[in-house]
Structure formats: structure tokens, C-alpha cells
């Protein structure tokens, strides 16, 4: 016996150890540092880790960990290296690399600076020839950079990089032994270079890893090919029949989710520059947070980013629930939950169940759109781009609950003008949108738990689990391609003090850009005519309104904060436009028109886009292809899910027979 369940409790410092890691993060933000030694810190905390909890876990017993103890220590280490002959493991190969690679290292980079010293600081005769807040440097880079180059060939010229580098190796050495002990917790033997080969050779009893392919932790069968029909390259599809397990997948599929979010959040947080707008550095998740009213003020400008820092922690101690809820379903919970937890369990024919599970996703969906409008209610507002003056966080106080207001985008025309949901410009109709959404979700919910599925509905829809995938696959689909058009086109869910301008708006912000300049220069911006015969400057739409003239003529139904008020009844007004353009409008304006979301080496509607030095990826650009990307992906996987979930369901799966396939008649190529 090694551990034992008091090891378990003694684990408990490791929160600690992780909130000291937050905490240098936290006081490295506020002193304005790089985040760099929390990151280091990680390494230490990831060895720690590993060996008292994840290894324990994988051998399903927390005696398999060690002790603590100088004793205890020393017997664990030597049932490690005699069970998993470890000091041959690639993974502690680099371990041990980098912490002696770490200690050479700071040997010579000690040295090498007291040796290059050319002045004395104050301290130098107590052996500190260094003062910490010298403004200038009393050592010499050059002649250090010379010596190790004829000493090795090559050196560091950038103390940056040098300085990174040995932060890099003991790090990384250390990350990599964690992974190592992970992998022998989960008795992945490959690396166990015990010569168990020569055994077997010798005693035909002997059964190893490598002559049976059996796991040697008994808690990981029933999910080879023998047992479950798939490879482990189909993942999840060895789980069908195992509820318990699925489970553990999906909770610890949802901690990796959850940890990304509160990871990237805390990185574009460490990231952020407050003198620069969102879309300029390259962010997508700040922007979701300053929409929904946290952080910012009047104008979009930043003026809190700690509720961002919040978010990032929240979601990171999140993962770390739902990480250890997930390997704990995944190795030690119960492989089926049908059992000890009927009201979890399930089976993938039983249709009454199916729709109960529907019906309880539904409602939680519902609350899910109410938490919107909550926060847009009761607790601070959301950020209107269509505010008085250029835009700021308010509460929603007149909420539109018309259902034919509401039900009207659903029947707009996709196309020009009209342009379906993704048209909505008025935050009182997105939040009336959201309690019907909430509402018909929670009900339909209920109907689900309450009622058996009908008759036709048994007949038409395929009940089993690849089916079940394939809708949900086509459902997200839907959701990306919807999303897609949604952050390209629309400027009032997703503002373009965050996200930057749509494409038409950075094209019509030129068009005004240059009317601004030309009357002030004196051009009469009513009658110029262009080189097409149409107006220079304004010209009319076919309907009839008065529209900006030139090239961004295509765009002339855009809506944008800056632009509304200089219109009239019949367009834009010409009165308004000599008399009325704030100060605010054209630097909007001149903003938009050089932050085009468009890649484009000439113009696209008459913007240049690829202006030289300036390197500009738009918020807009990136979310619009990444979830087209991802729409039509999931597309794909909808179509392959429901093609084999229709052919089960029929009694045939198509596939070739491998000793039948026509190749193996054919004569070989060489």
C-alpha cells in the first residue's frame, strides 16, 4: 500500500498552488507584466498533478499514490521504476533534459553576464554589481553574443528570446513528464521498455501487453474492437451501449470547451491594449463580453477590463469541475447508468425517453435565452451601438413582444434589403425575440416530458443514436451558416465598435469619408457629377431615395448608427449633410473605411483594403469563415450520420467486402 484516501484530501493544496498561479497573473496584469511566470509556475503545479491525482485515478485506487514522507516517497518512486521501468520513458527522458538543461542554463547565462560586466554598480563590492532599477545596462551583449559564438558556432542576439528560452526548457521538460505519468495512469504501455518480449519468448504463459494487447487495468475493457465492433480511432462509437461512460465523454468534452473559453478570454485579456479598438488586436471573445454591457462605457470605450479577468477565471475553475466530473465518469464511475440511476439512464429505441431528454435540453435552452434578457432587463443592460452620441450600455426598458413584429423577420425575403432575421437593427426587437424564443423552448420542453411522440413521428423519424447525432449535427449546422451571415451582416447584435464594420458599412464610411473632405475643400456635393454621368457624391437608389454616389452604390440599404441621423424622409439630406456632421460621425467614419473586413489586394465596393504596413485581420472576417467552415462541415457529418443511420435502420450497411474488393485482382502497379 502506497497512498491512501488521505492523499485525496492532502490533493486539496493544489487548488492552492493553482491560486497562487492566478494570483501572479492577476498581479502581473495589474503591473502591466507578461504573464510568464504563472506560466511557469503551471509546470510544477502539472507534475503535481499528475502524479497525486491523475495517476491514482487511472489505476482506480488512490493507494497507487504516493505518500508523503521522505520514506513513503522513495517507496513510491521505486514501485514506479520497478512497475513502469520509467527512467527509460521518453517523457522523463525530457523531463530530466530539462531541468539539467535548465540548471546548465542558468550556469552559464550567470556567468556570462558577471563576466561581460564593464562597470561597477554601487554594490560591487558586496558582489551586487547590479542595481534593480539601473535605467541603463552595465553589461556588454555584444561581447557575450561574440564569445559563444566562437565558443559553439551560434548565440542568442535577442535577450528576449534568450530569457524565453530558459523559461522554455525547464517548462516544457516538466509538462512533459506530467504527460508521461498521465499516459502510465492510463497503463498506455508503450513506453515500458521492460524486455517482457524476451520473456514471452521464453514462457509461452507470459501474456503481455504487447503479445495480447490487453490493457492491463481491467476498469479500461469492453472498449477494444473485440468487444465493441469499433477501432479506437472511432472514439465515442465504442460507448454507444455504455451510458456511464458516454457520459464521462461528453462532461469531459464539455470541461475542454469550457477551458478554452475561460484560456482564450484570459489570453486576449493579458493581450489587451485599452488605447486600441477590439477589432484592431485581433480579438473574438472580448467583444462577445463589451456587447453584453460588461466593462464598457459611452462610445464602446473600455473602461473596466477586471468583469473580462472574471470571466476567464469563472470559466477556467468551471473546466476544472467538469474536467474532473469527466474522468471521474470515464474511469471510475459506473459503465452504465441504467442501474444505479435509472433517471439517467437510458436506451437509444426508447422513444418516450428520448423526447423526455429532448424536453429537458429544450428548457434548458430557454433559460439559457432568458439569462439574456435578464441582463438586458435587471441587471445592467447590454451595449446599444444605437444610442444618442455613438453608443452605450443601457437597460432595455420597452421590450417588443408583437408577434407579428417578432414573426415578421421569419417571413422576410433573404435577399437585398429585406435580408430575414439577420436584418433585425433594434435591440428592444432582439430581446422581445429572445423571451419568445425562451418561452416557446420552455414549453415545448415541457410538451416533450409530458407527452409521447405520435404515431407519424414514430413512423417517419430513424430512433437511434447515429440518428439522434445526425440531427443534432444538422441543427449546429443550421446554427453556423445562420451565425455566419449574422456577424457579417449585422451591425446592431454584434456592434461595430467591437467587432469592426461590416463590409458595406466600411465601403459607405468611405463614400462619406470623402464627402466630408471634398465640401470642406469646397465642392458643391449636391450636382458633382462622377465619371459615369451618376452623382459623385449622392445620386438616387432605383426607389427613389437620395444613396452616397460611386462604387458603394451597391450598398445602399446599410444601416449604421453614424449615418442615421443624416437622413430624411427621401434619403439622405442634403441640408443635414451640409449643416448637421458631428465631429463624432466623421471619425467613426474614417475608422470604418480604413478597417474593411475584406482581403482584397485592390478594392472590394470601392475600399481599399491591403493598405501597406498596416496588418489587419477584422473580428467580422475570421468569426464569418470560421463558422461557414464549420456549417458546412457539419453538413457534411449530418449527411454521413443520417446515410448510415437510414441504412441500419433498413437493415443493410453499405461497405465493401474486403475479400471481395475488385483491387485485389488487379496486377500489381510495379
Not at 454591457?293 to 476567464?312: K, L, N, Q, R
Not at 437511434?464 to 440531427?471: C, H, I, Q, V
Not at 475584406?598 to 469563415?625: D, F, H, K, M, Q
Request: proline share 5%; net charge negative; aromatic share 16%.
Amino acid at each position: 500500500m502506497l497512498g491512501g484516501l488521505w492523499t485525496f484530501v492532502a490533493l486539496h493544496g493544489a487548488f492552492g498552488l493553482i491560486g497562487f498561479m492566478l494570483r501572479q497573473f492577476e498581479l502581473a496584469r495589474s503591473v502591466q507584466l507578461r504573464p510568464y511566470n504563472a506560466i511557469a509556475f503551471s509546470a510544477p503545479i502539472a507534475v503535481f498533478v499528475s502524479v497525486f491525482l491523475i495517476y491514482p485515478l487511472g489505476q482506480s485506487g488512490w493507494f497507487f499514490a504516493p505518500s508523503f514522507g521522505v520514506a513513503a516517497i522513495f517507496r513510491f518512486i521505486l514501485f514506479f521504476q520497478g512497475f513502469h521501468n520509467w527512467t527509460l520513458n521518453p517523457f522523463h527522458m525530457m523531463g530530466v533534459a530539462g531541468v539539467l538543461g535548465a540548471a546548465l542554463l542558468c550556469a552559464i547565462h550567470g556567468a556570462t553576464v558577471e563576466n561581460t560586466l564593464f562597470e561597477d554598480g554601487d554594490g560591487a563590492n558586496t558582489f551586487r554589481a547590479f542595481n534593480p532599477t539601473q535605467a541603463e545596462e552595465t553589461y556588454s551583449m555584444v561581447t557575450a553574443n561574440r564569445f559563444w559564438s566562437q565558443i559553439f558556432g551560434v548565440a542568442f542576439s535577442n535577450k528576449r528570446w534568450l530569457h524565453f528560452f530558459m523559461l522554455f526548457v525547464p517548462v516544457t521538460g516538466l509538462w512533459m513528464s506530467a504527460l508521461g505519468v498521465v499516459g502510465l495512469a492510463l497503463n498506455l504501455r508503450a513506453y515500458d521498455f521492460v524486455s517482457q518480449e524476451i520473456r514471452a519468448a521464453e514462457d509461452p504463459e507470459f501474456e503481455t501487453f504487447y503479445t495480447k494487447n490487453i490493457l492491463l487495468n481491467e476498469a479500461l475493457a469492453g472498449r477494444d474492437q473485440e468487444t465493441t465492433g469499433f477501432a479506437w480511432w472511432a472514439g465515442n462509437a465504442r460507448l454507444i451501449n455504455l451510458s456511464g461512460k458516454l457520459l464521462g465523454a461528453h462532461v469531459a468534452h464539455a470541461g475542454l470547451i469550457v477551458f478554452w473559453a475561460g484560456a482564450m478570454n484570459l489570453f486576449e485579456v493579458a493581450h489587451f491594449v485599452p488605447e486600441k479598438p477590439m477589432y484592431e488586436q485581433g480579438l473574438i471573445l472580448l467583444p462577445h463580453l463589451a456587447t453584453l454591457g460588461w466593462g464598457v462605457g459611452p462610445g464602446g470605450e473600455v473602461i473596466d477590463t477586471f468583469p473580462y479577468f472574471v470571466s476567464g477565471v469563472l470559466h477556467l475553475i468551471s473546466s476544472a469541475v467538469l474536467g474532473f466530473g469527466g474522468i471521474y465518469h470515464a474511469l471510475l464511475g459506473p459503465e452504465t447508468l441504467e442501474e444505479s440511476f435509472p433517471f439517467f439512464g437510458y436506451v437509444w429505441k426508447d422513444r418516450n425517453k428520448m423526447t423526455t431528454i429532448l424536453g429537458i435540453h429544450l428548457i434548458l435552452l430557454g433559460i439559457g435565452a432568458f439569462l439574456l434578457v435578464f441582463k438586458a432587463l435587471y441587471f445592467g443592460g447590454v451595449y446599444d451601438t444605437w444610442a444618442p452620441g455613438g453608443g452605450d450600455v443601457r437597460k432595455i426598458t420597452n421590450l417588443t413582444l408583437s408577434p407579428s413584429v417578432i414573426f415578421g423577420y421569419l417571413l422576410k425575403s433573404p435577399f437585398g434589403g429585406e435580408g430575414w432575421i439577420v436584418s433585425v437593427d433594434d435591440l428592444e426587437d432582439i430581446i422581445g425575440g429572445h423571451v419568445w424564443l425562451g418561452s416557446i423552448c420552455i414549453l415545448g420542453g415541457i410538451w416533450h416530458i409530458l407527452t409521447k411522440p405520435f404515431a407519424w413521428a414514430r413512423r417517419a423519424l430513424v430512433w437511434s443514436g447515429e440518428a439522434y447525432l445526425s440531427y443534432s449535427l444538422g441543427a449546429l449546422s443550421v446554427f453556423g451558416f445562420i451565425a455566419c451571415c449574422f456577424v457579417w451582416f449585422n451591425n446592431t447584435a454584434y456592434p461595430s465598435e467591437f467587432y469592426g464594420p461590416t463590409g458595406p458599412e466600411a465601403s459607405q464610411a468611405q463614400a462619406f469619408t470623402f464627402l466630408v473632405r471634398d465640401q470642406r475643400l469646397g465642392a458643391n456635393v449636391g450636382s458633382a457629377q462622377g465619371p459615369t454621368g451618376l452623382g459623385k457624391y449622392l445620386m438616387r437608389s432605383p426607389t427613389g431615395e437620395v444613396i452616397f454616389g460611386g462604387e458603394t452604390m451597391r450598398f445602399w440599404d446599410l444601416r449604421a448608427p453614424w449615418l442615421e441621423p443624416l437622413r430624411g424622409p427621401n434619403g439622405l439630406d442634403l441640408s443635414r449633410l451640409k449643416k448637421d456632421i458631428q465631429p463624432w460621425q466623421e471619425r467613426r467614419s474614417a475608422e470604418y473605411m480604413t478597417h474593411a473586413p475584406l482581403g482584397s489586394l485592390n478594392s472590394v465596393g470601392g475600399v481599399a483594403t491591403e493598405i501597406n504596413a498596416v496588418n489587419y485581420v477584422s473580428p467580422r472576417s475570421w468569426l464569418a469563415t470560421s463558422h461557414f467552415v464549420l456549417g458546412f462541415f457539419l453538413f457534411v457529418g449530418h449527411l454521413w450520420h443520417a446515410g448510415r443511420a437510414r441504412a441500419a435502420a433498413a437493415g443493410f450497411e453499405k461497405g465493401i467486402d474486403r475479400d471481395f474488393e475488385p483491387v485485389l485482382s488487379m496486377t500489381p502497379l510495379n
